[in-house]
Antibody, heavy 122, light 107 residues
Framework: EVQLVESGGGLVQPGGSLRLSCSAS????????MHWVRQAPGKGLEYVSA????????YYADSVKGRFTISRDNSKNTLYLQMSSLRAEDTAVYYC???????????????WGQGTMVTVSS | EIVLTQSPGTLSLSPGERATLSCRAS???????LAWYQQKPGQAPRLLIYGASSRATGIPDRFSGSGSGTDFTLTISRLEPEDFAVYYC????????FGQGTKVEIK
C-alpha cells in the first residue's frame, strides 16, 4: 500500500524552529518529486514547497521563502521540512504529498499523508 | 502567481441532483495543468481529476472535469451521500496555487 506518514508537529513559540518528517512506503520514493501543502484551521489549502526526485531542485512559496527548507533522504525514503522563524500564521496542518507521475515536479498530487499539526503560539 | 477563484462558495443540493462547480484562473493555465480535489472533514484531500479532464484512479465516472485556458468546471452528475464535501481546484504549473474551495452541502 502506498503510504505517507508525517511526524514532528507540535506546539512551538513564535520565532522557534521545528522539523517535520514524512516517511514514505509502498512506492519507489526516489523516483518522485515531493511537496508540502498546509491548511490553517478552518481554512483552505496553501502550497508550501517542492523538491525534485533527486533533491537537486527546490521551490518555495513566497510566504515561507528564506524560513523553510525542504530536503529528502532517498536512502531512508523520507522527506523533511525544516521550519525556522516560525510565526502565528504558520499554524496549520502540514501535509506531505506525492506527485502522480515519475520524475514530474509539475503534476497533480495523487497521494496525501494524514497531516501533522503545527501550532505557533506563546 | 495565478489566482484561482471558485464559485459558488457553497452549493446546497439534494442527493441525486447534478452539481456544477466553477474554477476561474486569473491567467491561462498552461497545458491544462488543472486538478480537482475532494476533502471531507478531518481527512486529507483526495485527487479526483488531473489534466483538467482525466479521472484519477478509482474515481467514479459521475465525476467529470472540463475546460481549458482560464475556465474550468467539475461536474458531479448525480450526487451520492458521500459526495457532500469541500472541493478545491489547483493549478500545478511553475508556481502552484489552490482555489479557496466550494462546499457542497445537503439541502
Amino acid at each position: 500500500e502506498v503510504q505517507l506518514v508525517e511526524s514532528g508537529g507540535g506546539l512551538v513559540q513564535p520565532g522557534g524552529s521545528l522539523r517535520l518528517s514524512c516517511s514514505a512506503s509502498g512506492f519507489t520514493f526516489s523516483s518522485y518529486a515531493m511537496h508540502w501543502v498546509r491548511q490553517a484551521p478552518g481554512k483552505g489549502l496553501e502550497y508550501v514547497s517542492a523538491i525534485s526526485s533527486n533533491g537537486g531542485s527546490t521551490y518555495y512559496a513566497d510566504s515561507v521563502k528564506g524560513r523553510f527548507t525542504i530536503s529528502r533522504d532517498n536512502s531512508k525514503n523520507t522527506l523533511y521540512l525544516q521550519m525556522s522563524s516560525l510565526r502565528a500564521e504558520d499554524t496549520a496542518v502540514y501535509y506531505c504529498v506525492k506527485t502522480r507521475r515519475v520524475g514530474a515536479v509539475h503534476d497533480a498530487f495523487d497521494i496525501w499523508g494524514q497531516g501533522t499539526m503545527v501550532t505557533v503560539s506563546s | 502567481e495565478i489566482v484561482l477563484t471558485q464559485s459558488p462558495g457553497t452549493l446546497s443540493l439534494s442527493p441525486g441532483e447534478r452539481a456544477t462547480l466553477s474554477c476561474r484562473a486569473s491567467q491561462s493555465v498552461s497545458s491544462s495543468y488543472l486538478a480537482w480535489y475532494q476533502q471531507k472533514p478531518g481527512q486529507a484531500p483526495r485527487l479526483l481529476i488531473y489534466g483538467a479532464s482525466s479521472r484519477a484512479t478509482g474515481i467514479p465516472d459521475r465525476f467529470s472535469g472540463s475546460g481549458s485556458g482560464t475556465d474550468f468546471t467539475l461536474t458531479i452528475s448525480r450526487l451520492e451521500p458521500e459526495d457532500f464535501a469541500v472541493y478545491y481546484c489547483q493549478q500545478y504549473g511553475s508556481s502552484p496555487t489552490f482555489g479557496q474551495g466550494t462546499k457542497v452541502e445537503i439541502k
